[in-house]
C-alpha cells in the first residue's frame, strides 16, 4: 500500500525543487545556470517517475485485494445448511436461501416468495417449490 506520508514528501520535494529553479533562474553565469537547470529537470524527472510508480503500486495492490476477497469467498469453508422448503436455511439466520447461488458462488440470497407454493431466487431467478 502506499505509504501517503512518502507520497506527500515526494510532493513537498517537487515544490522544493521549483523553488530552486526559481533561485537557479536569477544565476547571472549562464554556464553554471544551464547546469544547474540540467540537474534541477534530472531530479524533477526523478521524482515524477517515483510518484508514478507510487501510483501504480497502489492500483495493483487494490486489485490483489480485491482478488484476495473474491477467492476468501470461494473458498472459505462453507456453513453446513439445511434445507427448508428446497431452500436453505443457515442456523441463526432468518430466511430462507438460494441453493444455487450458495453451491457455485458462495453467496447467500434470499429467496423471495412467488405465491403459497414457490420461491424465487432474484438473481439466477431459480424457482423453488415447497414439497
Ligand atoms: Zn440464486
Not at 534541477?40 to 480485491?66: H, N, P, W
Not at 476477497?69 to 473458498?75: A, D, E, V
Not at 472459505?76 to 444455487?100: I, S, V
Request: aromatic share 6%.
Amino acid at each position: 500500500m502506499v505509504d501517503i506520508e512518502t507520497f506527500k514528501t515526494l510532493g513537498t520535494a517537487l515544490t522544493s525543487i521549483k523553488t530552486i529553479s526559481d533561485i537557479a533562474a536569477t544565476i547571472t553565469n549562464a554556464q553554471l545556470r544551464q547546469e544547474l537547470n540540467g540537474k534541477i529537470a534530472d531530479l524533477q524527472g526523478a521524482i515524477i517517475t517515483a510518484r508514478q510508480q507510487m501510483l501504480e503500486m497502489q492500483e495493483k495492490y487494490e486489485q490483489v485485494l480485491e482478488e484476495n476477497k473474491q477467492l476468501k469467498m470461494i473458498t472459505a469453508p462453507r456453513q453446513k445448511p439445511q434445507m427448508q422448503w428446497g431452500c436453505y436455511r443457515f442456523e441463526g439466520e432468518d430466511g430462507l436461501f438460494c441453493t444455487a447461488c450458495y453451491d457455485t458462488k458462495g453467496q447467500k440470497i434470499q429467496t423471495t416468495r412467488l405465491d403459497i407454493d414457490f420461491r424465487r431466487c432474484p438473481v439466477c431467478k431459480a424457482v423453488f417449490g415447497a414439497g
